[in-house]
């Protein structure tokens, strides 16, 4: 019996000493960024989260830009943010912006830093718990560079391959040549063209061209305001018109008007182009030889301009 209540003894004792030293429960920290390696001036998302109990209490004002010091790396932003948890836990995560402008090593360690924390306890307040710090761990960082080094080249390099004076001489030749027979051959046009007056016909049409203009901005400006200046207007008109139709004709002066137009259109000239010769032409002589053709042709004085300048638009 004595055996007995000294192994139930033995046993409480045991179970006692268990749940007065177990442990308390010990805090996660993971860390991690969203790029293993940067270039310089690149920056980074740094991320430091801590999960923890309910009775733990990080303190965020120790997170600051100007408390926080991770040299090599420049700090741009900090945020921190408490999260619950399902099950009572906790999350206290730190989100940092890092840049570095780092270029003479292969990689660069954001420096482990402290977070300060208090736990609650039903004996003391808040105001009166004992800080304590937790300790995140480094993170190494890759680093990239496009400088080249001093001794290397952007490119690689090779040796240039021996050409022998044969393997383009030929193909040297043959361009030349052909470089040669475009030049006979536009030499031989243009001689071609000038020996069979192409030019020459470009020339006077040119300048044909300018005389009828000139011709009818003449007519054009002619005023209209007395039957003296209209007979003047609309001989000048008719002499241009018979010149116009001479130039395809040969002497037409004794041909009527409608005379003139059958001639035009025998000569092969378009029937709308010889229609308009004829019709202005017959306005012309009404004017002339009707009694009150000068007053019938100052009221008809701008349809006539207008298909005067639209035969001059179509020579």
Known sequence: MRTVRLVVSCMTAIVCTAQVQAPL????????????????????????????????????D??????LSLEPFEIRDVK?????????RKIFEVRLLLTTYEVNRPDATVPSFNLFYFRRSQSASKENAPAETLAVPPLK???RSSIVDPPGTIRDYKPILPDSQTEWMLPGALGLLGVIAVLVYGSSLVLAWARSGFWKRKMTERIRKKSIREWFEEIRNTPVDSPEKVETFYVRASTILRGLAAEQLGDCGGLTPRETQAALQKSGDPSEHSEMVGDLMEQCDLVRYSPDGAESARVRHPEFLQKFSELIERR
């Open 141 to 143: 960082i890759g680093l």
């Open 25 to 60: 429960e010990t805090m996660v920290v993971k860390v991690w960024s969203d790029r293993t390696a940067l270039y310089p001036g690149d920056r980074l998302q740094y991320v430091a989260r801590v999960e923890h109990s309910p009775d733990v209490e990080f303190v965020p």
């Open 62 to 67: 120790h997170v600051r830009r100007d408390q």
């Open 80 to 88: 921190t943010s408490s999260t619950d948890l399902p099950g009572g």
